[in-house]
């Protein structure tokens, strides 16, 4: 299997690189908008655009997204399946990324974390079975850098609880000012950012005179690295659509 990492000058990209390398995966290149202006040089080739790009097997994407930046060209020009990792995309863009997985398969997921895949599964199970007698609160915590919030896995986690319920649930994002009595149908969502945490989300179930918190940390940004990894090796086998995690874990 050979490789294409898109954002290969982020912090995902070079872990995706560095495990890439140690389990002997060759790295055709990579893409991203800061080559040749970025402190670091990787030691494969790198373009600022993906019409430059030479093919690879797969491709797994990091990247922020940015527009004139679109990997999914690049897919469908060559019929190669995509690792799509980035978060904080746009109802356009999603919409971009069903659209192409009509064509190539696509792997999409806002965490590549088998560890999240099963947060996820266990969250919902704990929803439909607590049901109505307690109230849910998902928190998040990542490092100061990072763009997007909600994370991408929280909004995963949101998805998840939701849909363990009969009737609608409404996302609450913070709560500020002197009326904010919660609601029999909200569901919190919080959002903490500082330092370098990597990782952190909790779903919380409360109920009368007890509680119930579901956690994962990630510790390093290895996991990720080595889930969307192992993401591109299940892609190479499937037909064109739209896959995850679960599908992964599915096989496990």
């Known amino acids: 299997m050979t490789i294409l990492i898109s954002g290969a000058c982020g912090f995902m990209g070079r872990e995706v690189a560095a495990q890439a390398k140690s389990s002997g995966i060759d790295v055709v290149c990579g893409v991203d908008i800061a080559a040749g202006v970025a402190p670091y040089q990787p030691d494969f080739p790198l373009y600022a655009n993906y019409a430059d790009a030479p093919k690879a097997d797969v491709v797994i994407d990091f990247s922020n997204w940015k527009p004139g930046a679109n990997v999914l060209d690049y897919a469908t020009k060559y019929r190669v399946p995509v690792?799509?990792?980035?978060t904080g995309l746009t109802d356009e863009q999603l919409h971009q990324i069903a659209e192409a997985s009509k064509v190539v398969p696509i792997f999409r997921s806002g965490?590549?974390?088998?560890?999240?895949?099963?947060?996820?599964?266990?969250?919902?199970?704990?929803?439909?079975?607590?049901?109505?007698?307690?109230?849910?609160?998902?928190?998040?915590a990542h490092h100061n850098r990072k763009l997007d919030a909600p994370s991408g896995t929280a909004l995963m986690l949101l998805d998840a609880v939701k849909s363990a319920y009969p009737d609608e649930r409404e996302a609450v994002f913070g709560r500020h000012g002197?009326?904010?009595?919660?609601?029999?149908?909200?569901?919190?969502?919080?959002?903490?950012?500082?330092g370098t945490v990597t990782g952190e989300h909790e779903v919380c179930f409360?109920?009368?005179?007890?509680?119930?918190?579901?956690?994962?940390?990630?510790?390093?940004?290895?996991?990720?690295?080595?889930?969307?990894?192992?993401?591109?090796?299940?892609?190479?086998?499937?037909?064109?659509?739209?896959?995850?995690?679960?599908?992964?874990?599915?096989?496990l």
């Not at 002197?178 to 500082?194: A, T």
């Not at 889930?227 to 679960?246: E, I, K, V």
């Open 83 to 86: 690792v799509i990792a980035s």
């Open 111 to 140: 965490n590549m974390s088998l560890g999240i895949a099963l947060l996820r599964a266990l969250a919902k199970k704990a929803a439909g079975v607590l049901g109505d007698a307690f109230d849910v609160e998902i928190v998040e």
């Open 178 to 194: 002197r009326d904010c009595k919660r609601q029999h149908q909200e569901i919190g969502m919080h959002s903490l950012r500082g």
């Open 206 to 251: 409360f109920g009368t005179g007890e509680r119930i918190r579901i956690s994962h940390s990630a510790e390093n940004r290895g996991v990720f690295a080595a889930g969307a990894l192992r993401a591109a090796a299940f892609l190479m086998n499937q037909q064109p659509g739209m896959y995850s995690m679960d599908d992964v874990v599915g096989q």
